[in-house]
């Protein structure tokens, strides 16, 4: 069983920075693709980073490229989530996920990703 566990979310205010980072346990976390989602108050969760198991290959939702980065170190165990130029739309509780099944390239779609972390909120003041 394979257990995420995010960290970096808070407060900041809009313009600032912030950095996620996800730490899963259980099994090898270089054969995991690793992505990160985000669900705001009342609407539906929505994809916002991916990145392949080599690290090589990223993928963004199309509102968010220039402002965030995805990366991942395997020797740490950790995926990352650099938020830069933050606006209060990127408010939300962002969630961390793995995909075990054995797929190269990162999806957008969450029915692709088998574990799921607890969730971080990320809140963003005017």
């Known amino acids: 069983q394979v257990q995420l566990v995010e960290s970096g979310g808070g407060l900041v205010q809009a313009g600032g920075s912030l950095r996620l980072s996800c730490a899963p346990s259980?099994?090898?976390?270089?054969?995991?693709?690793m992505a990160w989602f985000r669900q705001a108050p009342g609407k539906e969760r929505e994809f916002v980073a991916a990145i392949s198991k080599s690290g090589i290959t990223t993928d963004y939702a199309d509102s968010l490229k220039g402002r965030f980065t995805i990366s991942r170190d395997n020797a740490k165990n950790t995926v990352y989530l650099q938020m830069n130029s933050l606006k209060p739309e990127d408010t939300a509780v962002y969630y961390c996920?793995?995909?075990?099944?054995?797929?190269?390239?990162?999806?957008?779609?969450?029915?692709?990703?088998?574990?799921w972390g607890q969730g971080t909120q990320v809140t963003i003041s005017s």
């Open positions: 259980g099994q090898s976390f270089s054969s995991f693709i």
């Open positions: 996920a793995a995909d075990g099944s054995g797929n190269y390239y990162p999806s957008q779609r969450s029915m692709n990703y088998d574990y």
